[in-house]
């Protein structure tokens, strides 16, 4: 089956340092991988997407990277901010739409 | 431009009972989706519809369960008699049909008692 694999373990940052989650994925590469911040209790809010031939991908302090060869994603905060404090999950998309979402990383910026 | 909205937003019902839930998409998206959230686990998609089809329910349970996203109103999630084990976070989530990005609703809280 294909698989998301995200870092269980929080991720604690001091303020203005980057931020870098990482999630590998199994089997063979999807289309695309999304990316999404979700805060407690509330829904998934989708931030980027890259495409399987797209190898870099930013939204103002957001940056994702697409590696098939080490079939992973890096996905960087830069400057980053108490507010970013959040679970970041990785998705992988199907041929069908469907998504398929790793657990999640926690990421906690200290003021 | 009003977001995905999911009604309702908390939801009690004892075993037994029958929970719907529903879902209103985004303006002018066609595509909508279904996701469960056991506590501390992560999503996981159940069924994926556009309008008046179900075009991908790969991972709802064969039993109990049911989607539809009528011509007109909202998409439904039916669960019939819920147990225990059906307390999660049911996000429905609803996409343009030329863009794979998807906009969530905030959630229906389920709790079977």
């Known amino acids: 089956s294909q698989k998301i694999e995200q870092n269980s373990e929080a991720l604690n940052i001091q303020e203005g340092k980057t931020a870098t989650l990482t999630c590998n994925y199994t089997?063979?590469?999807?289309?695309?991988l999304q990316w999404y911040r979700q805060d407690p209790g509330r829904g998934p809010v989708f931030l980027l997407l890259i495409r399987e031939n797209e190898k870099e991908k930013r939204k103002e302090r957001l940056k994702v990277t697409f590696d098939t060869t080490l079939k992973q994603s890096l996905f960087h905060i830069t400057a980053s901010q108490p507010a970013d404090s959040a679970t970041y999950l990785c998705?992988?998309?199907?041929?069908?739409?469907?998504?398929?979402f790793g657990s999640g990383t926690r990421l906690q910026v200290q003021p | 431009n009003a977001g995905v909205m999911q009604n309702p937003r908390h939801l009690v019902r004892r075993r037994g009972q029958e929970a719907r839930l529903r879902c209103s998409p985004m303006k002018g998206h066609s595509h909508v989706y279904w996701y469960r959230q056991l506590p501390e686990e992560g999503l996981k998609f159940m069924v994926y519809?556009?309008?008046?089809?179900?075009?991908?329910e790969s991972g709802m349970p064969k039993e109990r369960f049911s989607a539809e996203f009528p011509k007109e109103g909202p998409s439904i999630l039916r669960i019939q008699q819920v147990v225990r084990g059906d307390s999660a976070a049911y996000f429905c989530a609803s996409s343009p049909a030329d863009n794979y990005e998807q906009y969530f609703g905030p959630g229906t809280r389920l709790t079977v008692t």
């Open positions: 089997n063979y590469s999807p289309a695309y």
């Open positions: 998705a992988r998309g199907t041929g069908r739409r469907a998504l398929t």
């Open positions: 519809l556009q309008k008046e089809n179900i075009i991908d």
